[in-house]
């Protein structure tokens, strides 16, 4: 296939990984991310999206020879968007460059052209440094935003699909090995972005693909079962019907299924039942005991399995807990796959949650519209199942003591005499600027404490990160010593309020 050279500027389609090609614009990286070693490659801005990636130079064309060839080929409502944006910039960057000759016609005359710009050759490893991306970008640009960490996909050739676009590329999959080398591991992100090969078998990240969010979703044809209807659980189904899947729900308390009956969602009697009813089964309920009951106990999801039906379990529970739940659903057939979120109830409700999943890859992959579904990213861990409880209780563990911290912070600055809300908006002007912080002082600072995730809930989670530790004979004094706090938090009977009541362990 002929080279396609391109430069800084250039309008292009960019192809990731197996999904269709989208409109972009190639642009100057940050000055601190490094260019993929390997294969050429150029950093792509796409339109009608937030997202950037470096993208192989056979998985570039040119924007305008192709546009009809793809226009007719993608239908999606999301990918018309990102067309419409495209032809947005171009009005405006004519109108600029109109205005622009005609001043420069009448007070340049006779100066020289200007010098063409650098054309990237494909052995230019520096062509993206030192770039005056100012100068090359305008305000009509797509809106630039945060790098997204994507890798260009292995493809063995460039084809363009034929087929009519069903996913428009914002949703994230990560592959994950956990064979990278320690050394690695310490490096920041944006240092280990590459291009992977299909034979690299020991890197953080080996393929990364987008897909849609919330947008024209093409619901998995398979019956899925959800049981567990708490605080992430009601957002989740939510918006799997939202997004046309057909769901059956189960519930302990069974008053909480009948609005989502009357969303289109079918009910189900029993955990049993509504295995046997499905094909994929999800299941986010409180605790290692609850999860163990869902699946061991009477009229549970073992009496249901069937070689070949799927079980994903979503509660955020101990290793030990996947390992003997995977073990007894693949003695029976089943398939099994674990998927704990990482968010809250506003995040489930808007669809944000992070997945990180572990086990069965096909399930991982039969799954994929519904993690669109309810997520904003999705990461499946390589390994044995209960990869995903260990990272998913470490994240917890961070956060958990992250939010105890805040509260001591908030609580001495008052001890003190010093203003809080001065405190928070330091803070929020700081480098631990976050939504997460904002949102919790500012509800700390109106008294709010209602649930968005239970402060029962981070407690157990510290509690088994704690236990996680001890295991390997690894030290936790800070999951510690925050995990007292929350404690005492419970026995002030925060148990049911927000992780951020954690506060009122300080003023008590």
């Known amino acids: 296939m002929a080279t396609v050279h391109l430069r800084i500027g250039d309008l292009v389609w960019g192809k990731l990984g197996r999904y269709p090609p989208w409109p972009g614009k190639i642009v100057s990286p940050p000055k601190d991310l490094k260019k993929p070693r390997g294969k050429k490659c150029f950093f792509v801005k796409f339109f009608g999206t937030e997202d950037h990636a470096w ?5 570039l064309k040119p924007y305008h020879p192709h546009k009809e060839e793809m226009i007719k080929i993608n239908k999606g409502k999301r990918f018309q968007q990102a067309v419409d944006a495209v032809e947005e910039y171009l009005k405006k960057a004519k109108g600029k460059d109109q205005a622009h000759s005609d001043d420069k016609s009448k007070s340049d005359k006779g100066r020289k052209a200007a010098k063409p710009m650098k054309i990237i050759e494909e052995d230019d490893e520096d062509a993206f440094k030192g770039g005056s991306s100012d100068k090359e970008q305008t305000d009509s640009d797509p809106e ?3 790098v997204r960490r994507l890798v260009a996909g292995t493809v063995s050739g460039f ?6 676009v069903k996913d428009d590329p914002h949703f994230h999959h990560f592959l994950l090995s956990q064979s990278e080398k320690p050394a690695s591991s310490m490096e920041p992100i944006t240092k280990r972005l590459k291009i992977i090969e299909e034979d690299t078998r020991s890197t953080s990240i080996q393929a990364a693909d987008s897909t849609a969010i919330n947008g024209s979703i093409t619901p998995t044809d398979k019956r899925i079962g959800f049981l567990g209807l708490g605080l992430m659980g009601s957002g989740v189904v939510s918006n799997l019907l939202k997004m046309g899947h057909v769901v059956t729900v189960w519930n302990r308390t069974a008053e909480k299924c009948d609005l989502f009956i009357q969303e289109g969602a079918r009910l189900g009697r029993t955990p049993a039942e509504v295995v046997s009813m499905c094909d994929i089964t999800f299941s986010c309920v409180s605790d290692p005991k609850a999860a163990r009951d869902l699946v061991l106990g009477p009229s549970g999801v073992l009496q249901g399995i069937r070689p070949g039906k799927c079980y994903v379990e979503m509660s955020t529970v101990d290793p030990e807990t996947i390992m003997e739940l995977a073990q007894v659903i693949t003695s029976r057939g089943g398939r099994f796959l674990e998927a ?3 968010g809250s109830q506003q995040l489930s409700n808007d669809g944000m949650l992070v997945i990180v999943a572990a086990g069965d890859r096909s399930v991982y992959e039969d799954c994929s519209s519904c993690f669109q579904a309810m997520g904003k990213t999705s990461f499946f861990i390589a390994g044995e199942a209960g990869n ?3 990272m998913m209780l470490i994240i917890n563990m961070v956060q958990g003591s992250f939010m105890a911290t805040i509260a001591e912070g908030l609580t001495l600055a008052q001890a003190t005499g010093q203003s809080q809300q001065t405190f928070l908006d330091i803070l929020c002007h700081g480098q631990m600027a976050s939504t997460f912080v904002d949102q919790k ?3 700390i600072l109106q008294g709010n404490f209602k649930p968005d995730y239970y402060l029962k809930h981070i407690q157990k989670d510290l509690r088994l990160a704690i236990s996680m530790g001890d295991s390997v004979n690894h030290p936790t004094p800070m999951a510690a010593a925050a995990n ?3 404690k005492r938090a419970k026995a002030l009977d925060q ?5 951020s009541a954690v506060y009122r362990a300080y003023i008590h």
Do not use: F, G, H, L
């Not at 993208?55 to 998985?59: A, L, N, P, S, T």
């Open 55 to 59: 993208i192989k130079v056979e998985q």
């Open 144 to 146: 630039p935003s945060s």
């Open 159 to 164: 084809k363009w699909e034929s087929s009519p």
């Open 340 to 342: 704990p979120v990482s």
């Open 388 to 390: 995903a409880a260990r």
């Open 441 to 443: 002082c500012q509800n």
């Open 484 to 486: 007292e706090v929350y």
């Open 495 to 499: 148990s049911d309020n927000d992780m």
